[in-house]
């Protein structure tokens, strides 16, 4: 009886806090051209302008007759043609690494927009490793580690974001689990490369690395995770499955934009409800005369590595808790 109680005092608290605002005026705005568009190593380039509009707009305001150049290492390259159906300016140039791009935009009734990126090296994978007593969870449930091998460069400041997906099974005779889906945050951060950068998404650069190979120590969840009861025939399943890497090399400017958004994901995570009203969070930008990104990628996906599967890729092993914590 007592916890209906609270219950019907809560949701009455919460309702008295419900008010109809009245009176209230949106402050003036002024709509400025908004440029977005991550180039990708192998890929034409591309571009989306619009117009940034008042909080009460519902479709996007796509510029159409924008004059939009491009530049490669300074040399102008094309200008872009709009395409109707994707809705973006679409040109020619197929993006390549190790070169600056530039755009530089005429709206008509606007300042000439303008933003650079230069496209980074594709990320050298090494191996993956699984750790199968990784680590504690919030309840005290032993998880699965990965062990993520890479090669940079320690002379030259590069930046990264990873996410690995697959499927991973398991059963201890009377329950079965199967985690499937991706893995893009690291639980329990332990990592001093992951620590550094200062959020759960996987994200990071080589700031702080002093050797030509790392290997990262993920604390990771997939994203879905079923489970059931085992048959009585069924007996004990070890940890195996199946897994996909994707690294990607990020320019700065969208290594800024992505760590930017991320923060303010967690931000929003540990937003007061009782308040009903968040500060606003600007993001990363960095277009001049307007707003919205321009970055680079370029992309490395590994082929299906194999755990504890008939078919096994060399590198690829599972290795007791207590070797890493020697």
Known sequence: MKKYLFVLLAVVALASCRKQVTGYESPEFEARPVLNAFLTAGEPVWAQVSLAQCLDSVHLSICRDAEVLLFVDGEFAEALLYDEEACLYIGNTITESGKQYTYKIAVTGH?????????????????????????LDEEAVMRPSFLLTFTTDPNEIRYYSTKIGGTIKHGDGKRWWEHIGSIATSDYVDDPVLFDAGTMFLIFSNSIINDTTYTMKINGRFNMSYGGICDSLTGVEPLHGKLVVRMDGLSESLYDYLKSRYTSIELSAYANPFLGVIMPFNHYSNVEN?????????????????????????????????????
């Open 111 to 135: 300042d000439t927009l303008t933003a650079s990126t230069s496209v980074p090296p594709t990320p050298v994978f090494r191996g993956l490793e699984v750790i199968e007593n990784g680590y």
């Open 290 to 326: 307007g707003y919205g990104i321009f970055g680079a990628r370029a992309c490395y996906v590994s082929d299906t590595i194999y755990y504890n599967e008939a078919c096994e890729i060399s590198g690829f092993r599972a290795v007791p808790y207590s070797k890493i914590t020697e």
